[in-house]
């Protein structure tokens, strides 16, 4: 029987099997030393790779970005940890007009091997500013690809996919998974779960559910709830972001005709609106229902538990939708 | 900290008289692209360094392959002197595909790994960051590299400066800062963007050394740049070089610069490091007119081949506007 991991300890194990493999690979980040990380992501890896490979930085977003760019210009393969997603904004330069650029000002003479880590997501009580999901900015930035791994599975096969990856990689890992998920994770060196490919967590033929990262908790219990009424909801976990899977999610709307979209992201413009408008384009004749939506409200992540709990997506709003949706 | 060494340096009558080409080259090179600015051959987002080249020569000379530049907007010259082309730079002044970016910037936002050139982007000192990561990659490997990372006064109110600097001064890296204190920030004067006189003391907040210089003297600016290229080499960490310097031109080509006086510019024309150096030279007898000439024919025919290529090559292929974006 294969090794149960939790979401947090895939992570850690997907950054200490790289840094084994491939010397050029190390972490840099605020407090990722001796300390671990804020969430203890990187505990052990300083003890077992010492100062220059676990980088203690200053409370700099835009120099941990910056500095990882140029590393990656002599052949190494940083990843850079931003404590919250939502610090991600300070090093924002650095990633959207320096990495993502930078292959195509060079004339494709140059890649960009680096990876920052985002701990998003709320459900956690953090507030305005630690619980942000802030994939849309990067998703509108050609040049970069995004994912979101839901499961500690994918959170290490993603993240090794991520590090090999010769372009800039913003992966997201949520915080509320991170102790929550737990489960099997690959076990071989080169075992890794590809960029850009969704994966059908639950079989259906009367309504396609699209989420990813926590998002995919209550869009399972959702289906489970339908399924009690007779519905058969297809599950897919998009993991990629950019470039997401554009097949799969044909491929299953060519079944069930309906599609929900669950992002825990703000409403406008987020990937539900970009998979929702390619599928206006591409394939509005597989459609019985109009795509809908179960998002976070246009607003700010509130501390109160109340006040977050009204504009999380959640199993009843999810299922409530999925209703509407098979009914139309 | 041990003080930057004043070191005497020996240069060989052939070494100045190369130092002499490039400064010649260069001067040349941004007045024809001025002059093709202006006759529409060169579309805008020209950035000339014209008055600022002793800079780019005394920091440049005598580079390691290994060694990498971070330049700036500027600093062309310093593109050439490691090792790129006048052909490649002048297409890329076209948007040619045998520019560096294959005509995607016109600018100089491209860069060349193997000849140890990073190419920054229109983010003034967002270069300073990602010269602190190839410093750093120096320091792991013991390596006695060093990066040379270029900044204007104006820059060195960025964010960016103060986090690249930090680090660079906490983690010593082997890098020399290079400001080249030009006076204006577009078309602020200094005196309305910072309230020290010389941005060389900011190094004191980073634990390291900062120099202010005359930047319009070759030599001067090579005597300072091996005294920190050696700290750099010898583990010693950073160093700041601040060279004071004016641009004759505006911020680019299309800027006519009236927030100057004429006089201020006539003032600094008479610095010119050009006539200075020129003077030295023959005051050594390293030059006559015959070698003047000589190397004044040399720059000039490799700048006419440079534009002759650049104007025949072939522009891109409007598919390659959505190419190259990924690995």
Request: net charge negative; aromatic share 8%.
């Amino acid at each position: 029987m294969s090794k149960e991991l939790s979401y947090l300890e895939a992570i850690r194990e997907a950054l200490a099997e790289e840094m084994r493999r491939d010397p050029k690979v190390f972490v840099l980040g605020e407090d990722v030393g001796p300390y671990g990380g804020a969430f203890g992501v990187t505990q052990g890896l300083h003890e077992e790779f010492g100062d220059l490979r676990v980088v203690d930085t200053p409370i700099s977003e835009s120099a941990i970005i910056g500095i990882s760019i140029g590393a990656s210009q002599r052949g190494y393969r940083p990843v850079a940890e931003m404590q919250f997603a939502d610090f991600i904004s300070c090093g924002f330069d650095q990633i959207v007009n320096q990495a993502a650029t930078l292959r195509f000002r060079y004339g494709g003479r140059a890649t960009v091997p680096i990876v920052v880590r985002a701990p998003s997501g709320g459900n956690v009580g953090g507030g305005l500013y630690h619980s942000q999901n802030p994939e849309a900015w990067f998703i509108h930035r050609p040049g970069l690809k995004v994912v979101a791994p839901s499961t500690a599975y994918d959170a290490k096969g993603l993240l090794k996919a991520a590090i090999r990856d010769d372009n800039p990689v913003v992966y997201f890992e949520h915080k509320y998974l991170y102790r929550r998920a737990k489960g099997p994770v690959p076990e071989g060196d080169d075992e890794i779960v590809p960029i850009g490919a969704a994966a059908t967590r639950r079989e259906g033929t009367d309504a396609t559910l699209l989420a990813y990262g926590a998002m995919m908790l209550p869009s399972l219990e959702a289906a489970d709830r339908l399924a009690k009424e007779g519905v058969e909801v297809e599950v897919i976990d998009l993991r990629t972001l950019l470039p997401f899977d554009k097949a799969a999610i044909f491929q299953s709307l060519d079944k069930t005709s309906r599609l929900l979209i669950v992002q825990e992201d703000v409403r406008t413009l987020g990937i539900a609106s970009e998979i929702s408008a390619v599928i206006m384009e591409e394939k509005f004749d597989a459609l019985d229902a109009p795509v809908m939506r179960v998002t976070y409200p246009d607003t700010h992540p509130p501390f109160s538990h109340i006040l977050e709990a009204a504009n999380l997506p959640n199993a009843d709003r999810i299922a409530a939708t999925l209703r509407k949706l098979v009914e139309y | 900290m041990p003080p930057i060494k004043r070191t005497k340096f020996k240069l060989s009558s052939e070494q100045l008289l190369e130092m002499f080409y490039w400064l010649k080259l260069i001067r040349a090179f941004d007045l024809r692209l001025s002059t093709l600015v202006k006759q529409g051959k060169v579309r805008s987002g020209v950035y000339t360094g014209i008055g600022q080249e002793a800079i780019i020569v005394g920091t440049c000379f005598g580079l390691r392959r290994e060694d990498f530049i971070c330049p700036l907007h500027r600093d062309l010259g310093a593109f050439l002197m490691k090792g790129v082309d006048a052909r490649t730079m002048m297409s890329q002044m076209f948007a040619k595909v045998t520019g560096l970016s294959k005509g995607r910037d016109s600018a100089l936002h491209s860069g060349v790994n193997e000849l140890g050139i990073f190419g920054n982007t229109s983010m003034l000192g967002a270069n300073l960051p990602v010269a602190a990561g190839i410093g750093y990659t120096f320091k792991m490997e013991k390596s006695d590299n060093v990066v040379i990372a270029y900044f204007g006064e104006g820059a060195s109110n960025v964010g960016d400066f103060h986090e690249a600097l930090n680090f660079a001064g906490v983690q010593q890296l082997p890098i020399v800062f290079i400001c080249e204190n030009n006076q204006y920030a577009y078309s602020v004067p200094l005196e309305k963007t910072m309230a020290i006189d010389d941005v060389a003391i900011r190094a004191e907040g980073y634990g390291f050394e900062g120099i202010a210089i005359n930047g319009n003297d070759v030599l001067a600016v090579y005597q300072a740049m091996q005294g920190a290229l050696a700290r750099a080499r010898g583990g010693d960490g950073p160093t700041l070089i601040e060279c004071k310097t004016y641009r004759w031109h505006g911020h680019s080509e299309h800027d006519k610069a009236f927030y100057r006086t004429d006089e201020e510019l006539a003032m600094w024309k008479s610095r010119d490091p050009i006539p200075t150096f020129t003077t030295y030279l023959r005051a050594r007898h390293v030059l006559d007119d015959a070698k003047l000439k000589e190397i004044e024919d040399r720059a000039a025919q490799t700048i006419d081949d440079a534009v002759e290529f650049a104007s025949n090559a072939p522009d891109p292929a409007p598919e390659d506007a959505v190419t190259d974006l990924y690995a």
